[in-house]
């Protein structure tokens, strides 16, 4: 290392500028401290603004205007088929990042956040070396580290060819291919195969176990699954992949399902079986802070490590790996730090999948409530019975609210549907004030919209829903 | 306008009183300096005279009552047209004039205040002079073993219209600065307090007009109503503190089941800063949901102290003093809240059975070592002080001697011993002793420590530390050093059961390998609850962390 070397001082060095981590040094900033911002990507944001949430919406948004203009012809509106310019919607899906991006830099800017740029790692508890970009080290009194997650490759799939994706690949939209798998039924996968589908590939998913999803109810998936049989060439459930092989006609993959093992070829696959945390490499052996079996940072509900100066959140800090749950970690961080009562007591993180129908959920779920023994009350109010739904011709959705039996209290919602992720929102709020089925009832929701899903679930608990008949109870 | 009569000081360290006699009744024109009542303190029995000319219009007390001072006695009219006084007040008058009389009305009225109250129970309320009545406001419970507190601001002024809930006063305690609530709407008749006065619980904070109605209501609501209270409701005694509509501050089992607690992230938030367990509060909202002014009134109506269940030992009530002016002139100063609080923690110390055990170490080294590495230290934002070594050296000693690391829970015939080292320093700040806690000293580098003490201690005297940085260290460090001394026995800090105290260092002439040195030589002491931690062990313990001090360089090395 150089001998005049860049030493920077910080109060507060923030490692990764994700959601989490842009978040928690903007706070600081706020609050009067000398802030530094290592991110060693050339862009900030983070994977959820570069690989992630942000170029996936982008793109879902673009499937869902191919869907509506197929599905507007049963309404007496036809379109020609789409011409599909995919150079163009690269181009585009870039420039929303780069918006988005250029947006966090100018708030470090402006906020008088110092950005570092370059690999962290530290030194010791009281410093860290800077690796690449802006070569030299910090010094500072604490540090929180979000350096995110990546996307988990088991070795199997890793046969060095790039017609094997992970999600950042799928994002890349290199190609449409003719046929796509789609390793792993969760929402990454099912978001990716979406869009691929209504470009034109013919989609296969393959899941281990038996649903997709598995982290929702299954009344929320059944309407999902059946839109996107229709949509997907096949979803493989219980089934394995035993091989990969790269041929030079695309990729045969061997698979072994209940109907015994059969060989397949695709253009490309699409490995989405989870994420890794990005705890290694950071030099935390020389600190204090604790790593689980699983690599996650051992935290407590201040977002403390065991390391007194370091702090962490996001997706190093555990499930759920969400945007949103790392925001609201990186302000409680903060504010723990500067001494301020906060934790993260939050009892709702909403998770919302982008398919199409939306699944969104927040609070206890049925099947968490089952595998506790605990006794709920579920109100569920089919889209059928809404207008709206009609007129957006979607009735397959449903609303639910999960109460409990003595208070009423809202202890979940869960939605599936057209713009499920917004109306979620309503839910978490509801679950988070302790509202009780009264609150939901008795407050005015907007007609003809959607929400009224919600106020209506909650009057069916008492048997009296406006636009559904059911018989009351006992 | 109403004036209130109050019990004044009656003489030196007089605190309250016996009314003997009362000697007017409600509706009765009075004179200046005219006796009102009779009252026997323990010194004498005095006659309490009118302050004023005026008509009475409402008598609080009869004899018999044990009133102190500052209490409303009456209410006086002053400069009132005479007029008849209604029937109905005649009756209260001869229920006034004779106090037994009115208790046996009282039963057959089933309860209802008939005393000096210008209204029968049985008839319709009399009409109400204008200007209506007014009502006592006092100091609430403010939160745990919280007796009272500085007023820092008056909020209000004579003749303001306040509305319920608005904050009238603030009022620092020892933990924080609260704003005190109106629990009625009206017009601020009278100031009582003003900034500066040390107020306990309950004293009288102002006297507030309610706005004459129609006076038909005949029962006081529960809940005022934005608007004025009707004038009738008020003419009972003034309640000592209002309840709030639904009384959340009543304990409920917490849930045994470990399930959320029903209140919003903003509720658990004040909850939090305000040290609340929601699991005590009872909620008032739907589904028994804890509002925010749950968990204020909450902590109003005392039910942090019930919650902290009365741990603290018994601690005796002071002596009377003498008359200390009889033997030369003499100043009455108020103490601060914080100092009180110090006055009751150290009075639970005393009666804890604890004995001190005294050592010395050689610091001559460590001295050289701490001068060498302080500049480093101030570069960082730290001071590399004696006591921030101390803290090292009992972490050593606590680490080996548990024991002293430990709280006796003397009813269940347990000792808790902790798994963390939360030390206690004390600081000497223009406001008195603070003793805020270094967490985890264990875990932390000296530079560290250095930092952090140094900023808690800066914290302390600006008096800016918090509750939570308060609470839960596992044993104090008191250095007196830089002020002077050969020793000291310092007093426990319960529930701790080990204090260190440390004294100015000096220069000694010692024998070593066959001649004398210069040595620098530190006096410490170290005081240990006897109840919990033998002589032996105690001894042991002060040695170890001499050792610590002496070995300190040599110890670095190993790190």
Redesign the interface.
Same mark, same amino acid.
Not at chain 2, 260 to 265: D, I, L
Not at chain 2, 286 to 290: E, L, V
């Given at each position: 290392m150089a001998a005049s070397e860049n030493v920077r001082r910080a109060e507060i060095v923030v490692i990764g500028a994700g959601p989490g981590g842009y978040a928690a040094a903007f706070l600081a900033a706020d609050k009067g401290k000398k802030v530094a911002l290592v991110e060693d990507s050339s862009a900030l944001g983070g994977v959820c603004l570069n690989r992630g949430c942000i170029p996936s919406k982008a793109l879902l948004h673009l499937a869902k205007l191919i869907n509506e203009t197929r599905e507007a012809r049963e309404m007496g509106l036809s379109f020609a088929d789409p011409k599909i310019d995919v150079a163009t919607i690269r181009k585009w899906k870039g420039q929303v990042v780069d918006q988005l991006a250029g947006g966090v830099a100018g708030l470090c800017k402006s906020r008088g956040v110092q950005l570092v740029r370059g690999k962290a790692v530290f030194e010791s508890s009281a410093r860290l070396r800077i690796d690449g970009g802006d070569q030299g080290a910090v010094e500072f009194d604490h540090a929180i580290v979000a350096t995110g997650s990546r996307p988990a490759v088991p070795p199997a799939f890793n046969i060095q060819d790039p017609r094997v994706m992970n999600s950042t690949g799928a994002l890349q939209l290199d190609e449409i291919p003719g046929r796509l798998l789609v390793v792993g039924g969760g929402y990454i996968g099912l978001e990716m195969g979406t869009v691929y589908a209504a470009l034109g590939s013919k989609v296969t998913v393959v899941e281990l176990l038996d649903g997709i999803l598995m982290g929702a109810d299954r009344d929320l998936v059944r309407p999902l699954q059946k839109r996107l049989e229709g949509k997907f060439e096949a979803i493989l459930l219980k089934t394995k992949v035993v091989s990969l092989e790269t041929k030079k006609k695309g990729i045969d993959v061997g698979l072994e399902g209940p109907d015994g093992q059969k060989t397949l070829t695709f253009d490309r696959v699409l490995v989405s079986v989870g994420r890794k945390p990005n705890t290694e490499g950071l030099g935390l052996e020389k600190t204090g802070v604790k790593v689980n079996a699983k690599g996650f940072i051992e935290v407590d509900r201040k977002q403390r490590t065991a390391d007194p100066r370091i702090w962490a959140i996001g997706d190093v800090a555990g499930e759920p790996m969400l945007a949103h749950k790392a925001s609201r970690e990186g302000r409680v961080a903060v504010e723990a730090l500067l001494g301020e009562p906060a934790e993260f007591d939050n009892i709702a993180i909403p998770a919302v999948v982008f398919t199409d129908p939306e699944v969104a959920w927040c609070g206890l779920t049925e099947n968490e409530a089952s595998a506790q023994g605990r006794k709920v009350e579920v109100a569920r109010f089919p889209w059928g019975a809404s207008g709206r739904a009609l007129t957006l011709g979607r009735t397959e959705g449903l609303t639910k609210v999960i109460y409990d039996p003595g208070t009423e209290r809202v202890l979940g919602v869960g939605i599936v549907g057209v713009g499920a992720g917004e109306l979620i929102a309503e839910g978490t709020l509801a679950v988070e004030m302790a509202a009780v089925a009264g609150d939901l009832g008795g407050t005015i929701h907007a007609h003809p919209t959607l929400s009224e899903t919600l106020m209506e679930s909650a009057e069916l608990l008492h048997g009296t829903a406006t636009h559904l008949f059911r018989k009351k109870k006992g | 306008m109403a004036t209130r009569i109050t019990l004044p000081q009656l003489g030196e360290g007089i605190e309250a009183g016996d009314i003997v006699n009362v000697l007017v009744s409600a509706g009765d024109v009075v004179r200046k300096d005219q006796a009102l009542a009779e009252i026997e303190t323990d010194k004498a029995v005095v006659e309490f005279p009118s302050p004023d000319d005026g008509r009475i219009t409402k008598v609080s007390v009869k004899a018999g009552d044990h009133v102190k001072v500052g209490a409303l006695l009456f209410e006086l009219e002053s400069g009132a047209e005479k007029r008849e006084p209604t029937e109905s007040v005649r009756e209260g008058e001869r229920a006034a004039k004779n106090p037994s009389a009115s208790v046996a009305a009282d039963r057959e009225r089933a309860g209802s205040v008939a005393v000096g109250a210008g209204r029968s129970a049985q008839g319709p309320p009399p009409p109400v002079a204008a200007g209506g009545t007014s009502e006592v406001v006092r100091l609430p419970q403010l939160g745990e073993g919280i007796e009272g507190g500085d007023v820092l601001n008056v909020l209000v002024k004579a003749g303001d219209a306040i509305s319920k809930d608005q904050s009238i006063a603030e009022v620092e305690t020892d933990k924080a600065v609260v704003e005190v609530p109106s629990p009625v709407s009206g017009r601020v008749a009278e100031l009582l307090i003003k900034a500066g006065d040390h107020i306990k619980v309950g004293a009288d904070l102002m006297c507030v007009d309610i706005a004459a109605a129609s006076g038909t209501a005949p029962e006081a609501p529960m809940a005022a109503p934005p608007g004025p209270i009707p004038a009738a409701a008020a003419t009972e005694k003034p309640a000592a503190v209002p309840g709030p509509p639904r009384a959340p501050g009543g304990p409920q089992p917490p849930a045994a089941d470990g399930r959320?607690?029903?209140?919003?992230?903003a509720t658990?938030?004040l909850a939090?800063?305000l040290g609340v367990d929601l699991t005590r509060v009872r909620g008032s909202a739907?589904?028994?949901?804890?509002t925010i002014d749950d968990v204020k009134a909450f902590v109003r109506s005392g039910g942090m102290a019930a919650a902290a269940g009365g741990g603290a030992g018994h601690v005796p009530a002071a002596q009377p003093l003498p008359d200390f002016s009889q033997w030369g002139p003499i100043e009455r100063k108020p103490v601060s809240s914080l100092r009180r609080k110090i006055a009751d923690q150290m009075a639970v110390a005393w009666s804890a059975p604890m004995v001190t055990h005294f050592d010395e170490a050689d610091i001559t080294e460590l001295e050289a070592f701490r001068k060498q590495f302080a500049p480093r230290v101030k570069e960082a934002?730290g001071a590399l002080t004696m006591t921030t070594i101390a803290i090292k050296a009992v972490v050593e000693g606590l680490k080996e001697f548990p024991q002293l690391n430990s709280s006796f829970d003397a009813a269940r015939g347990e000792m808790i011993v902790k798994g963390y080292y939360h030390i206690s320093v004390a600081v000497d700040t223009p406001a008195g002793l603070i003793v805020p806690v270094v967490?985890?000293a264990d875990?932390? !580098?000296l530079?560290?420590l250095a930092?952090e003490l140094n900023r808690l201690a800066q914290r302390a005297r600006d008096r800016k530390v !918090?509750v939570?940085?308060l609470q839960g260290g596992t044993f104090t460090i008191s250095n007196l050093g830089g002020i002077g001394g050969t020793g000291f026995t310092p007093l426990l800090n319960p529930p701790q059961v080990g204090i260190l105290g440390l004294a100015r260092g000096s220069l000694r002439a010692v024998w070593r390998d066959g001649r004398f040195e210069p040595r620098l030589i530190m006096p410490l002491s170290v005081t240990y609850d006897h109840r919990v931690i033998d002589g032996a062990d105690g001894a042991r313990f002060t040695r170890r962390v001499a050792r610590a001090f002496e070995e300190f360089a040599g110890a670095l090395l190993d790190v």
């Open positions: - | 959320q607690v029903p209140a919003g992230p658990r938030r939090r800063e739907t589904g028994g949901r804890i934002g967490r985890d875990k932390k !580098s530079r560290e930092i !918090s939570e940085e």
